[in-house]
């Protein structure tokens, strides 16, 4: 018989004062294969996620004293821990300003366990922990005028100076990046970026693309990086700099 091998559970952190549900997704998510700590304190919570070594953080927004934006805006000050907050159902300011500060995504209560399951398991592949199944062999860099991205390292460089993306920023980002010059259908980076649908008035999309812009800044000629197609989706502008990819070499890409 093969000798069995025991793998590291991927270890997860759960800021949340509701005991029972501490309890109940510590216990759930167990049985999926992760190691959970439970944190019900908020201040807790911060030291724990920036001191501790963990792959993701769930963290809730409705909490006493210091609550989850307050907690999110302390972790990604200093960290780039991929976050998946937990927002009242039909709360969308809640949802916009976690995204706006740096959530990889929001998941409305009450909520089923399996779509918690999954959105975890998309959020740590975007981040690396989870490569896909048949990623046989490293992603090529791939450049646009001043910005290079390096899937390999998971860094992104613009003008030549270091950009701190989230996972969910930066996996949009190379999609758009190797797609430039090509409108994306807003559809197409939801199920690309996030793993899921795009489902009505689901403006997570739109929120990380706000960020990226902000984040990266105009373009060495002032104009916009990345350009909204209204009904369809997003592209990001190729100027007469062009694209490069690794594999390719400089070779101009699509203008």
């Given at each position: 018989?093969?000798?069995?091998?025991?793998?590291?559970?991927?270890?997860l952190?759960?800021?949340?004062?509701?005991?029972?549900?501490?309890?109940?997704?510590?216990?759930?998510?167990g049985?999926?294969?992760?190691?959970?700590?439970?944190?019900?304190?908020?201040?807790?919570?911060?030291?724990?996620?920036?001191?501790?070594?963990?792959?993701?953080?769930?963290?809730?927004?409705?909490?006493?004293?210091?609550?989850?934006f307050?907690?999110?805006?302390?972790?990604?000050?200093?960290?780039?821990?991929?976050?998946?907050?937990?927002?009242?159902?039909?709360?969308?300011?809640?949802?916009?300003?976690?995204?706006?500060?740096?959530?990889?995504?929001?998941?409305?209560?009450?909520?089923?366990?399996?779509?918690?399951?999954?959105?975890?398991h998309?959020?740590?592949?975007?981040?690396?922990?989870?490569?896909?199944?048949?990623?046989?062999?490293?992603?090529?860099?791939?450049?646009?005028?001043?910005?290079?991205?390096?899937?390999?390292?998971?860094?992104?460089?613009?003008?030549?100076?270091?950009?701190?993306?989230?996972?969910?920023?930066?996996?949009?980002?190379?999609?758009?990046?190797?797609?430039?010059?090509?409108?994306?259908?807003?559809?197409?980076?939801?199920?690309?970026?996030?793993?899921?649908?795009?489902?009505?008035?689901?403006?997570?999309?739109?929120?990380?693309?706000s960020?990226?812009?902000?984040?990266?800044?105009?373009?060495?000629?002032?104009?916009?990086?990345?350009?909204?197609?209204?009904?369809?989706?997003?592209?990001?502008?190729?100027?007469?700099?062009?694209?490069?990819?690794?594999?390719?070499?400089?070779?101009?890409?699509?203008?």
């Amino acid at each position: 018989m093969p000798e069995k091998t025991n793998h590291p559970k991927t270890r997860l952190l759960l800021v949340d004062d509701d005991v029972e549900l501490c309890e109940l997704l510590t216990q759930y998510l167990g049985s999926e294969g992760f190691e959970v700590e439970a944190i019900q304190d908020a201040a807790t919570g911060v030291e724990r996620a920036l001191g501790g070594v963990f792959a993701l953080a769930v963290l809730d927004v409705m909490m006493p004293g210091i609550d989850g934006f307050e907690v999110l805006r302390r972790i990604r000050a200093r960290s780039a821990l991929p976050v998946l907050m937990l927002t009242a159902r039909g709360d969308d300011v809640d949802r916009i300003v976690g995204l706006e500060i740096g959530a990889d995504d929001y998941l409305p209560k009450p909520f089923n366990p399996r779509e918690l399951v999954a959105r975890i398991h998309a959020i740590l592949r975007r981040a690396g922990a989870h490569p896909p199944a048949d990623a046989h062999e490293p992603a090529v860099r791939v450049a646009v005028d001043d910005v290079e991205l390096d899937p390999g390292a998971r860094v992104v460089h613009c003008a030549g100076r270091p950009v701190e993306l989230t996972s969910a920023e930066f996996a949009l980002l190379e999609l758009l990046l190797r797609e430039a010059g090509r409108v994306v259908p807003r559809d197409e980076l939801s199920r690309t970026v996030l793993g899921r649908r795009l489902m009505p008035f689901d403006r997570s999309i739109d929120m990380h693309v706000s960020n990226l812009r902000r984040k990266l800044g105009p373009g060495s000629d002032q104009a916009e990086r990345i350009k909204t197609v209204r009904s369809l989706g997003y592209l990001y502008v190729v100027s007469g700099m062009g694209r490069r990819d690794a594999a390719a070499g400089d070779a101009p890409g699509p203008t």
